[in-house]
């Protein structure tokens, strides 16, 4: 009946997540109010990093990608599951060290990363440093010069491999801003000028195809390209690459047209592949890593809203309005992202209306359309399902609207991750 495993109807007819009732929590936070179950997060990185153990034997590290919800107390939660992070900011960088995250365990991403941001990563000793492209490359040597240090990094390489997904976020093709491309020998060249660099271990590559990923098939096909890499690397230069992270992009279901394999397979069938390939051509095994973000916190999270106008436009469509809208989520404006709904208090109700969910932004911010729910009215909760990925990391305070809340919710209690922005926190930086 729902999207995600974690939400159930209770004997009041409500919504539950986690086991609790979101009528009480709409109520106690007000609305919008993100909700998130770490029962769930939590249960997702064991999932994740059991299959590593499983299929890879453990000679890997699985690492959360902090962009699809970054806040403190989900680095602590990743820290205390032993995953490793992707940070894509001095910013995210920053919330990682305020929490003590273990630095040896983050991977630093950019197309273009700034000096200072390298700095920052060099004198925090950030494990790896993802290196996009040349004139970063070079700067990050010299840098490393500088600071006399050795910095350990992985080159990112566009394998050309084509996920069907959303095109804003397919970035394993050759006409990506990411990465070296391997068709025009330019990822080749990049890797003949690491091993020589006196700043610089090449210790690995790294690809990311994409994300919202719904089969594992692109994935064993960008394995196989990148061991073919690998092995090229081996031969022509006598060098050997120690590690090799196979990116995020594992798909969750937002609708019930969406049928993504089990988290582990995507695990299985690339480490399955990396395998053979090395077997089969007398190269040593990489360590393997991998960086999902939306897969470990997407379904684990909702977003509660109150129904206000609903506008019935006769022969065409029917318009509820909530209090939040594209600054609480701009998926659906960006991208047409599809979601579930429902009325969290009619929640035992049947889907009998189709609608279209509006936010109150000023212009026409849509959650979605074509969206089957119960009879609606004013006043009522409608819970937008699994909002956990890239809502609140992607929210904005358009028309001054504050930054509604994260509450997450554990075996029966709920707590406030991150607090409701106030009129006077959006002014904080005005100045007269
Ligand atoms: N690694 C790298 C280098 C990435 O760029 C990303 C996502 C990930 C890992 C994690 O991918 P995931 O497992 O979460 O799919 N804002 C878009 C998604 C953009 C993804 C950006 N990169 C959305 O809301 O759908």
């Known amino acids: 009946m729902f999207v995600s495993k974690n939400l159930d109807v209770n004997e009041l007819g409500h919504l539950t997540i986690g086991g609790m009732d979101t ?3 709409a109520k106690e936070y007000q609305t919008p109010v993100y909700i998130t179950d770490e029962n769930l997060i939590r249960k997702n990185c064991r999932e994740l990093k059991d299959s590593v153990d499983m299929y890879y034997n453990g000679r890997g590290l699985m690492c959360y ?6 806040c ?34 983050v991977y630093f991403h950019g197309n273009n990363k700034t000096e200072s941001e390298l700095v920052m990563a060099l004198e925090n000793n950030v494990g790896r440093i993802v290196v996009d492209n040349i004139y970063e490359l070079n700067m990050l040597n010299s840098l490393a010069v500088k600071y ?3 910095v350990c990094i992985l080159l ?7 996920a069907h997904t959303h095109d804003f976020v397919r970035t394993g093709k050759i006409d990506s801003k990411f990465g070296f491309a391997l068709e025009t020998g330019e990822a080749f060249e990049a890797v003949k000028s690491a091993v020589k660099m006196p700043g610089i271990k090449l210790s690995g590559l790294h690809c990311h195809i994409g994300s919202q990923i719904l089969d594992t098939a692109p994935f064993m096909e960008a394995a196989k390209i990148m061991t073919g890499f690998n092995i090229k690397i081996k031969n022509e230069l006598g060098y050997e690459i120690d590690e090799l992270n196979m990116g995020g992009g594992f798909g969750i279901k937002y609708t019930e047209e969406d049928n993504p394999p089990a988290l582990g397979m995507f695990i299985r069938d690339v480490s399955e592949t990396v395998q053979k390939l090395c077997t089969d051509n007398n190269i040593k095994l990489p360590f393997l890593v991998f960086e999902p973000g939306r897969s470990i916190v997407g379904s684990a999270g909702i977003t509660l809203y109150t129904a206000g106008a609903v506008k019935e436009i006769p022969g065409i469509r029917t318009y509820v309005s909530v209090d939040g809208g594209m600054s609480d989520n701009p998926r659906y404006s960006l991208y047409k992202s599809k979601y579930s709904i429902i009325a969290a208090n009619k929640a035992n109700m049947k889907k009998t209306e189709v609608i279209t969910l509006a936010g109150r932004i000023c212009e026409t911010d849509l959650l979605g359309e074509n969206m089957p729910v119960q009879p609606v009215e004013a006043g009522d909760i409608i819970a937008v399902l699994a909002t956990g990925a890239f809502n ?5 305070n358009y028309n001054k609207l504050p930054v509604p809340p994260v509450v997450m919710v554990r075996d029966g209690s709920a707590r406030v991750v991150v607090k409701r922005q106030t009129f006077e ?5 005005d100045i007269g």
Not at 83 to 103: H, K
Not at 425 to 429: A, H, Q, S, Y
């Open 156 to 162: 990112r390489i566009k394998p050309g491999v084509d």
């Open 65 to 70: 990608a902090s962009k699809a919800f970054c």
């Open 392 to 396: 609140h990391s992607m929210a904005s």
């Open 148 to 150: 006399g240090k050795t």
């Open 72 to 105: 403190k107390a989900m680095y602590r939660i990743i820290m205390e599951e032993g995953l490793g992070t992707d940070v894509v900011s001095a910013g995210e960088l920053y919330t990682a060290l305020s929490v003590g995250f273990p630095m040896d365990k």
């Open 425 to 429: 926190d959006m002014l904080v930086n």
């Open 23 to 25: 009528m009480q929590l």
